[in-house]
């Protein structure tokens, strides 16, 4: 026999647990008890709009009660507003509801994300352009591998597998021995700074002075000193120095080896503790490659304390937002020490699509390619005629301006969709600031440079007239 009530039993939509109960042994109608608990769910915001209703058969065996019933319920529902129905579709509440019934909440109407498209302006800013590996076949192959992989047990470090890959890579492409359990995956190098600034770092941060701001932006609330290893009285107080060593503000030059030792030499004199950013290192196409601080410290027994923090972002996308570090000793266990507190610093699926795209060679060939865009970078600039102001040293072309032309320059090439960088940014305060542009000019294929720097060279010959 057909159960007489349904009270106290919840059908599930959406997730939610409805209370819905009708009893036989009321002289209402099985149909009106039904619409009745409906509108009640609905001004009590239990039931919003566009929420889905769960469909007549399967509430019909929920309740015990003939499909006609619910039927005739949700056909009166639909004639006074409060439900609606398509072909091939759920029935819903109506998504037009007035918000002013009683107790109704209007779901938040959250805009669908477009698809991405080509960027449809020129990025020259250092750190920031290159081509789209999302839409790079080896990279989403690798992306597409890795959702039908167990990642197996969750390593707040990172997952083994991404962890060799990383040290196979450097061992490849630079030349770097590294062991695998020395290094703690982050989501971008300014998280691995923080983890560092987190577990228990004291004193002030000196930085360069110039030097690049990427991780200037993740010390907003620290102490810092300009970095001057000749001048040591301007040591006092500090705990850590951050230093780009293989691509020294605004130039993109490496610091040459002997500077490097007398570095090594400062820091474990004054125990402080070396942050090596090694942003950019891979642009290094058309010279010699350096030993990092974190090679020269162990080749040559340095005891200073060097942290060598690496991202990917530059050379794939800030938006994969990927890093890792690379320490030992006392150091190393602090950080560790945190990262397993904090868990992992980004998706265990990501790590091993990083993983799979590192082991099939695609960020080698992804560098090889930016080679070969370099050298056509540089021809480019060689042909395009006297660029005043222009200071071309190393991976980057600087203009040096005053302030008040880098500030209309910056202003005049965004409003025509080409991004640069400033110059000043480079600076932590003093009266010695430079101004002016900083321009990665291989961020771009040859024909969109072309175009850009004769629009830049416009610009600066109206400024000078």
Not at 39 to 50: D, F, V, W
Not at 391 to 407: D, K, N, P, W
């Given at each position: 026999?057909?159960?007489t ?17 009708v ?46 019933s ?40 959250v ?44 390593d ?47 004193g ?17 609330d620290?102490?810092?000193?300009p ?50 950013d ?38 794939l ?12 000793g ?41 080679r ?18 222009l ?36 600076w ?12 990665a ?25």
């Amino acid at each position: 026999m057909e159960p007489t009530t349904g009270r106290g039993r919840d059908i599930q939509t959406d997730g939610v647990a409805l209370p819905l109960t009708v009893d036989r042994q009321l002289p209402t109608p099985l149909p009106d008890q039904l619409t009745q608990g409906l509108r009640r769910l609905i001004a009590e915001g239990s039931l919003l709009p566009g929420d889905a209703v769960p469909s007549s058969r399967r509430l019909a065996v929920h309740l015990g009660i003939s499909r006609g019933s619910v039927e005739s319920a949700y056909a009166q529902l639909g004639v006074e507003g409060f439900l609606v129905s398509a072909e091939r579709s759920a029935t819903r509440i109506n998504p037009e509801l007035p918000a002013t019934a009683r107790g109704l909440r209007a779901r938040p109407q959250v805009p669908a994300s477009p698809r991405r498209r080509l960027r449809n302006y020129v990025d020259l800013r250092p750190g920031f352009g290159g081509d789209d590996p999302l839409r790079e076949p080896a990279f989403r192959r690798a992306w597409r591998e890795s959702l039908d992989l167990d990642p197996g047990p969750i390593d707040p470090l990172g997952q083994p597998g991404a962890r060799w890959a990383i040290a196979d890579y450097l061992r490849l492409a630079r030349g770097m021995a590294v062991d695998p359990d020395e290094i703690i995956l982050t989501s971008g190098s300014r998280d691995g700074l923080r983890l560092l600034l987190s577990s228990g770092l004291d004193g002030a941060i000196a930085v360069e002075n110039p030097g690049f701001p990427g991780l200037r932006q993740a010390m907003t609330d620290q102490r810092l000193v300009p970095l001057d290893i000749v001048d040591e009285s301007g040591a006092a107080g500090v705990g850590a120095a951050v230093v780009t060593p293989n691509h020294q503000f605004p130039h993109g030059t490496p610091m040459p080896v002997d500077h490097r030792v007398r570095l090594l030499e400062w820091a474990a004199r004054k125990d402080v503790i070396l942050v090596e950013d090694d942003y950019d290192s891979e642009a290094r196409f058309t010279r010699t490659v350096l030993p990092t601080l974190y090679e020269l410290a162990s080749s040559t027994g340095s005891s200073a304390q060097v942290v060598h923090i690496g991202t990917f972002s530059a050379l794939l996308t800030s938006a994969v937002s990927t890093g890792y570090l690379i320490t030992h000793g006392e150091t190393s266990a602090r950080l560790m020490q945190m990262r397993t507190a904090l868990g992992p610093a980004f998706s265990p699926i990501l790590q091993m699509a990083i993983g799979s795209y590192l082991g099939s060679g695609g960020l080698r060939r992804r560098i090889a390619r930016g080679r070969r865009r370099l050298k056509a970078a540089e021809d480019v600039v060689a042909a395009a005629g006297p660029i005043p102001g222009l200071v071309h040293e190393g991976r980057t072309l600087v203009i040096e301006t005053s302030q008040s032309e880098a500030e209309n320059l910056l202003r005049e090439l965004a409003d025509r969709g080409i991004l640069v960088a400033s110059l000043a940014r480079g600076w932590t305060g003093g009266e010695q600031i430079r101004h002016g542009l900083v321009i990665a000019h291989s961020n771009v294929e040859a024909p969109v440079l072309r175009r850009a720097l004769a629009t830049l060279q416009t610009l600066l010959s109206r400024i000078q007239t």
